[in-house]
């Protein structure tokens, strides 16, 4: 005959021990992969920079020129889904789609090498597939407020670096059925000049990806 009154008795505790460890997960927090829109330029890969510093802003176009150069660069776009993990084990997929209508942020590093040179950031357009032509929503030169585009086209004078901010809002007129942030778009500079003559510079396309990267959600 087998004693049985230990295993017995183990069997009794399993459910608080299992109690146990699921308190101490709901506390700890969670595993979570999250995928999101990454914009990069489509460009040969000697005129494309990785910028690993800087995580929302991962890629930049460089344009160069005997008179100045160029550096745009496209944040990163809003969070597909999130999938936490229920026990560290069962994926549960969250999507946020409803943020596909968020502002897209772009930032415009311009270096002069040249005197008299100046730029209206009124003048760049954002161009989606359907090649409506959407200005700026809102500026920022060096962190300062421009002001929005009911405001008149100014242009600035460059002497020194400087980097401006511009925030769009094109959704409704590019894509009005549904702002797909999956399709590529453009960027065109059409206001630099020097000694007042306009400096053609070609358009920048993006060709948006996803990537997907793992992280660990806090229980507050």
């Not at 399993?14 to 489509?42: E, Y």
């Not at 100046?118 to 030169?141: E, L, M």
């Not at 409704?172 to 960027?187: E, K, S």
Request: glycine share 4%; hydrophobic share 40%; net charge positive.
């Amino acid at each position: 005959m087998h004693d049985t009154s230990k295993y017995t008795a183990h069997l009794t505790q399993f459910p608080l021990i299992l109690a146990i460890i699921t308190l101490g997960l709901l506390n700890s927090g969670c595993f979570v992969l999250t995928n999101r829109w990454r914009n990069k330029p489509d460009a040969p890969r000697e005129q494309v920079k990785l910028n690993r510093d800087a995580d929302d802003l991962r890629y930049s176009r460089l344009l160069r020129t005997p008179d100045f150069d160029l550096d745009v660069r496209a944040k990163d776009g809003p969070t597909r889904w999130k999938a936490p993990f229920w026990f560290y084990i069962l994926p549960i997929p969250v999507t946020y789609e409803y943020l596909a209508t968020q502002p897209l942020s772009v930032v415009v590093h311009l270096e002069p090498k040249a005197p008299q040179i100046t730029f209206d950031p009124w003048q760049i357009f954002f161009a989606g597939t359907n090649h409506v032509r959407v200005p700026p929503a809102k500026i920022w030169q060096d962190d300062r407020w421009l002001g929005t585009n009911t405001f008149t086209s100014k242009a600035f004078p460059v002497t020194n670096s400087t980097k401006f901010l511009l925030e769009f809002s094109p959704w409704n007129q590019a894509y009005p059925d549904y702002p797909d942030r999956g399709l590529p778009f453009q960027l065109s500079i059409e206001s630099i000049r020097v000694s007042g003559e306009v400096v053609s510079v070609p358009s920048i396309t993006f060709k948006p990806t996803t990537f997907i990267r793992p992280g660990f959600k806090l229980p507050y």
